[in-house]
């Protein structure tokens, strides 16, 4: 099954947002290098980004995003409409899920922004953390950041965190379209 994108956001909204209560439209303009995603603010401000034109809904990526609905936001409460994330404690689980959104291009983990990826509860040293995750998930050490929390394993929880509030609003509605 594929699904467009640009038909997958018409007549779509965008969440509410928490500072204004605002929602604004979502809109799109297609050409043969994929589907930009935008919407204006009431000050005129674009915001907006590139995602596929289609994306193939193999098995693997339904699973990634049954994974993102147990493990990822799901509140729009406050600010969470603008966050994508994911938490685990297994290095294989989070880099399937980075590397199957990398590979239907919703997300390019090339994009990562340097500390974006938060561990949490962990016993060992924060270098010892940070040179484990790194090397399972294969991404740059520079991307880690290491938080004080509650100790409760060696290498502790992974949480990736992606402030993209069109990339949290797609793949939500990709994830509503399946279940229908």
Not at 120 to 139: D, M, Q
Request: charged share 25%.
């Amino acid at each position: 099954m594929e699904i467009e994108i640009s038909k997958l956001i018409e007549g779509k909204q965008t969440y509410p947002s928490w500072a204004t209560n605002s929602i604004h439209n979502l809109q799109s303009h297609e050409d043969k290098e994929g589907v930009l995603v935008y919407y204006r603010t009431k000050s005129n401000k674009l915001i907006s980004r590139f995602f596929p034109n289609k994306v193939n809904l193999t098995p693997r990526l339904i699973y990634v995003l049954g994974l993102l609905k147990g493990e990822g936001s799901n509140s729009i409460g406050d600010s969470n409409y603008r966050r994508f994330t994911m938490t685990n404690s297994d290095p294989a689980i989070i880099k399937i899920v980075l590397n199957e959104l990398d590979k239907h291009n919703l997300f390019k983990k090339s994009k990562l922004i340097d500390k974006s990826i938060h561990l949490l509860h962990h016993t060992k040293s924060n270098k010892e953390v940070i040179s484990y995750w790194s090397k399972k998930l294969g991404l740059n050490k520079s991307k880690f950041k290491c938080f004080n929390s509650k100790k409760t394993t060696p290498f502790g929880v992974c949480h990736v965190y992606i402030s993209d509030v069109l990339l949290r609003r797609v793949v939500d509605l990709i994830h509503e379209k399946i279940m229908d």
